[in-house]
């Protein structure tokens, strides 16, 4: 089975991300999408393991393996996330639904420091373009704007919600380099520190509940592997019977 086959044949969920997700979008936005998909269980007993995400099919899409996807997730990786979070899912089945039910199990503080990681990673790569050209790409740095919004409402509210709202425009302006960058680097610090705080009082439990996670995850590897039975044990008849015919 090529990379490409799983993902057409195996999404359990897939969605659109980027600036439409986050409300950001203008008429020269890309599309991009994003999806999980659930390799067969008896891929599995090879000694070539299935892929653990792959890039296509099609421009702008991108998709994980539903284990990687659920160990990113439990790290608190941003675009993993922010992934399950997407108001414009494009397919869904059974499997899928029952992962966006868990979303809540996904979350904790620990939040806190992966996005905060991410966002000094940005921050950085923007220092460097103003070092080097003399601006930063104004595109980041709202991007960088509205990941610090994100998870500062993460943390206060213990719910993560990825469209900006109210904020476009000003975000937006921000994108258009109309916002002055000593104006734009204080709103980041502000945010920051509104993230800090936040996070001493925050909702959200101190760990994501990964045994909840880990449960979901054997029954759906054990439905897959229920459902293969049959060839399996055709497989087991046929390397049997050679062995009984080497005697």
């Keep these: 089975m090529q990379p490409q086959d ?4 195996h999404t359990i969920y897939a969605c659109v991300m980027g600036s439409r997700a986050f409300g950001l979008a203008t008429d020269a936005s890309d599309t991009d999408r994003r999806g999980v998909f659930l390799a067969p269980t008896p ?3 090879r000694f070539e393991k299935p892929p653990t995400h792959v890039d296509g099919p099609g421009e702008e899409r991108f998709s994980w393996e539903l284990e990687r996807f659920c160990e990113l997730a439990l790290r608190g990786n941003p675009n993993i996330l922010e992934c399950l979070h997407s108001p414009l899912v494009e397919h869904l089945d059974d499997t899928g639904r029952e992962l966006l039910s868990l979303r809540g199990a ?3 503080r620990q939040a806190y ?9 940005q921050r950085k790569k923007l220092e460097a373009d103003i070092r080097t050209t003399g601006a930063p790409r104004w595109k980041h740095a709202m991007h960088l704007l509205r990941l610090l919004m994100s998870a500062r409402d ?6 993560l919600r990825i469209d900006v709202g109210e904020c476009r425009e000003s975000l937006l302006a921000v994108k258009r380099g109309e916002v002055p960058w000593t104006r734009a680097e204080a709103w980041m610090v502000r945010l920051a520190a509104e ?6 009082g925050s909702p959200l439990p101190p760990e994501p509940d990964q045994a909840r996670v880990a449960g979901f995850l054997y029954r759906v590897r054990r439905a897959s592997a229920v459902q293969a039975e049959p060839d399996h044990q055709v497989v087991q008849g046929v390397v049997g019977a050679g062995r009984f015919g080497q005697g």
């Design 113 to 121: 420091a992966t996005f905060t990681r991410y966002a000094l990673g």
């Design 154 to 159: 993460l943390l206060r509210t213990g719910e």
């Design 43 to 45: 891929l599995f007993w």
């Design 6 to 9: 799983l993902v057409r044949d």
């Design 195 to 200: 993230g800090e705080e936040a996070l001493r």
């Design 106 to 108: 996904f979350l904790s």
